[in-house]
């Protein structure tokens, strides 16, 4: 009987083991079905996200003036798919049976891959109010350095999400990130340095930008030794093409802090002043009269009749020692006649005064000498 009752308790241990590894099974099995059952769910919960991005969203952004929410639905929705997909996959491995390195494992890549899409969205959705509204502002200006302004800002921006989704991807698989912030702080500062005129000559551009201090195709005079058209408004430096026709690179950082003299702005017309003189006893008069006359025949001079703010007059400024001094003072439309109607009213002035028979001066002295007894 002991024998009998020896190998019943062994055969009921052997089954209650069995038993165990069956319900293990059946278990194992259950999540297995589980999870493939999630992960076939998330894909049809994917496919309806990306059907009403495709269709409702993009159907109601239509009406919308703007296209700033047109580009979001049609450049995220492939992301949101993913997004759906990566979600799912992370839910499917809860119901899993795995040994915790592994579930560790696959836990870190199903939070870096739905980081990384989060991110890589938000970075979509910034950049493509960035470029629109950038656009916007530089249809705006007519200088060239707002579009490579923009064109740079997108980069950093690009640059700060990259920098984000490795901080927290880092973290996620146990990478301690705060030595890595602090040497981006330290090259930071040494990368400052480095381009520390560099980044005074940018914002310099963006100083010039704002300001509108002058754009291409103005003609400027900037400091005592700087005169010339514009020809190009760089992210560093500005060119500009002298009368001599040399090109002069400045820097924007210098140009910035400089006084600026803009004979485009605000608007192209100018005024040209032509001195001359007549010997005394000449009538004033009829001085100004003449002349007056004489330069409104000139093609190129705005008569204030026609352009009510610019005015043509001659003035009696000085009785100097030797003659009676005058200014001719006029407008013509457009700074690069100024030369050329100068040198044409010089010229009229000194044939109308020779015609009148009115006498040009010059520096005379008279000289009394004594004799001494």
Known sequence: MGIYAGNYTEMSQIFDELSKVHIMDNVMLNSVIVFFLVI??????????????????????????TKVDDLIVERTKKPFYLLVIFFGLRVALFPLILPLAIEKFFISITYSLIVVTIIFIAAKIVNIIIEEWGHEFAKKTK????????????????????????????????????PFIASLGVAGIVLGFALQSTIANIFGGIQLIIDQSFRKGDMIKAGTDILGVVQDIGIRSTRVLTPDNELLIIPNGQLSNMVVQNFAQPGPKARVVVDFSVEYGSDPKKVKEIIEKE?????????????????????????????????????VDHYNKRLTAKDEATNLIYETLRKNKIGIPFPTRIIYMKKDE
């Open 40 to 65: 076939a769910s998330s894909f049809i919960v994917a496919k309806i996200v990306y059907f009403i991005f495709e269709k409702v969203m993009a159907h109601f952004a239509k009406k919308t003036k």
């Open 295 to 331: 330069l409104s025949k000139l093609k190129d001079i705005l008569i204030p009749s026609k352009n009510p703010d610019t005015y043509l007059d001659v003035v009696f400024v000085q009785m100097a020692e030797s003659s009676l001094n005058f200014q001719a003072r006029f407008f």
């Open 143 to 178: 200088s060239d350095i707002d579009d490579t302004l923009l064109s740079l800002f997108h980069r950093f921006t690009n640059i700060f999400f990259i920098i984000l989704a490795l901080i927290f991807v880092l973290s996620q698989w146990g990478i301690s990130v705060g």
